[in-house]
C-alpha cells in the first residue's frame, strides 16, 4: 500500500468518524460492517460461546452508537471498540462468577482454522487441535487470557493492548510470557502424542 493510499483510507476513515459522531446512521453503518468481525472474535476467543459472543458485539456496537461522540481523536477506533467490548466481557465473567457459572468448563470449540477445503484427516485434526488450544484458552485467568488473545490472535501491538487494557507494556509482556508458558504446557502432552 502506498503512503498516498493510506492517507486516503485514514482520511476516509476521518470522515466517517465526523459523520457518525454528527448523528449520520449510515456512516456508523459503515463502521460496524467493517469492524464486526474483528470485535465479534475477539468476544468469542474470550468467552467461547457463539450466542454470547453474537449478543456482546451486538451490545458494543449499540454501546459505541451512544457513546461515539466521547471518541478522542487520540483513540484508534478499533481499540476504542475493543476496549468497549472487554468491559462488556469482564462485565460477563462477573455475571457468571455471582450466578456460580463454570465458564471454563463451557467453551464451544473455537474456529481457528479457515483453510477453504481442507483434506478430510486435516480437517479431523483441525477440529482436534481446535478443540485442544479451545480447553486450554478457557483455563487461562481472565487477564492473560484477553493478553493472549488480543495479542496472539488479534495480532494488535503492545501499544493497542496497554491502550485497551490499562496496563503498562512491560506488564503486558510479562502476562503475555506468562500465559504463553502456561498455553505450551496444557498443549504439550497433544503435541507429543501426535509426534
Not at 459505541?64 to 476496549?83: P, Q, V
Not at 493478553?147 to 501491538?157: A, D, G, H, R, Y
Request: proline fraction near 2%; charge should be positive; charged fraction near 30%.
Amino acid at each position: 500500500m502506498t503512503c498516498h493510499a493510506s492517507e486516503e483510507i485514514q482520511n476516509s476513515l476521518e470522515n466517517i468518524i465526523a459523520r457518525a459522531k454528527s448523528g449520520d446512521k449510515e456512516a456508523f453503518g459503515l463502521i460496524f460492517e467493517h469492524h464486526h468481525r474483528f470485535i465479534y472474535k475477539f468476544i468469542y476467543a474470550m468467552l467461547g460461546k457463539h450466542e454470547s459472543a453474537e449478543e456482546l458485539t451486538q451490545e458494543t456496537f449499540l454501546g459505541a452508537y451512544r457513546g461515539i461522540a466521547n471518541l478522542r481523536g487520540e483513540a484508534s477506533l478499533k481499540t476504542w471498540l475493543c476496549g468497549i467490548a472487554k468491559n462488556l466481557v469482564y462485565k460477563s465473567f462477573r455475571t457468571n462468577r455471582v450466578n456460580g457459572d463454570k465458564n471454563k468448563d463451557e467453551f464451544e470449540t473455537l474456529e481457528f482454522f479457515t483453510d477453504e477445503k481442507p483434506q478430510p484427516d486435516a480437517q479431523f485434526l483441525n477440529k482436534e487441535l481446535n478443540q485442544v488450544i479451545t480447553s486450554a484458552l478457557g483455563k487461562l485467568n481472565e487477564d492473560r487470557r484477553l493478553i493472549f488473545v488480543l495479542k496472539e490472535m488479534q495480532n494488535l501491538s503492545y501499544k493497542e493492548i496497554s491502550d485497551i487494557t490499562g496496563m503498562s507494556v512491560p506488564k503486558l509482556k510479562t502476562d503475555l510470557f506468562r500465559a504463553k508458558t502456561e498455553m505450551r504446557t496444557m498443549l504439550r502432552a497433544y503435541l507429543e502424542a501426535k509426534k
